[in-house]
């Protein structure tokens, strides 16, 4: 197991780590989402005149429909299978006035959910100049080879195409962390995780794939983990220590002093 996993596996079971990670990962709710004033008035009309197909057609303008239907993705996309699917829409429109217009307003405006917010927040703690690094979003700028210790925070498809350009990466993916220091390349993913299974697996896997990349003799490759992984016995934590002392894994919380050890 490498030096700076271990150290974070030491950090998130001995010490503040939620406190700490809190100032990369703000992760503070959004306010409700909006509803314009005269949409909601007319699903309001819909539901008390019954016009089931007024009624899903007007819900269906929303960001967030105010129920879970496997049906629903379709009605969005192909606005005329309403016309065409009476019992459907009225199946729908039958559940929607059996839980009634205060919880259709309450599901119809419910915040994005934390973990969707949560990935542009890594760029912004950079962008703070967390890592005592010059940041820079210009890539001319970080191309100036008299600009040696430098980040490259502009998006992440920018820094996959520089590194496809110019450092041998091979994946069709972008990358969160691009930076040259010491006449050496460090790319990585980052990913905050609160839970285990389904999507929040293959964010993990999606991380940790990073480090089986080919790229050119002065990359670094580095898998940025934060959140349930270090958890001990939770399957994770079990994965990571199996890896090699010549990959890197860590979290967050520890990548400013493995920068200046490079």
Do not use: C
């Amino acid at each position: 197991m490498n030096l700076w996993t271990q150290l974070s596996i030491e950090l998130a079971n001995q010490r503040n780590y939620l406190d700490e990670l809190f100032y990369v990962y703000p992760t503070i709710p959004e306010s409700i989402r909006d509803i314009d004033e005269q949409m909601w008035q007319n699903v309001e009309n819909a539901f008390h005149n019954h016009n089931n197909k007024e009624l899903i057609k007007n819900l269906l303008e929303f960001e967030l429909f105010p129920i879970k239907d496997s049906y629903v993705a379709y009605l969005r996309e192909d606005k005329k299978a309403i016309d065409r699917n009476p019992q459907t829409v009225n199946r729908l429109a039958g559940r929607l006035y059996e839980i009634g217009l205060n919880k259709i307003f309450e599901r119809s405006t419910e915040p994005k959910e934390t973990n969707r917010q949560i990935g542009h927040l890594f760029k912004k703690w950079i962008e703070k100049g967390s890592l005592g690094l010059h940041v820079t979003n210009s890539l001319e700028e970080f191309n100036d080879l008299s600009n040696n210790n430098i980040i490259f925070n502009g998006s992440d498809t920018e820094s996959k195409n520089f590194a496809q350009k110019y450092l041998g990466y091979q994946r069709d993916k972008g990358l969160d962390l691009l930076i040259r220091i010491n006449n050496k390349y460090i790319i990585g993913e980052a990913k905050f995780l609160s839970s285990f299974g389904g999507n929040q697996n293959n964010q993990f896997q999606d991380a940790i794939s990073l480090l089986d990349t080919k790229v050119n003799d002065n990359v670094i490759k580095v898998a940025i983990l934060d959140g349930i992984t270090y958890i001990s016995g939770k399957s994770q934590k079990i994965s990571i220590e199996k890896y090699n002392r010549n990959d890197f894994i860590m979290s967050a919380l520890v990548l400013r002093n493995f920068i200046y050890q490079v």
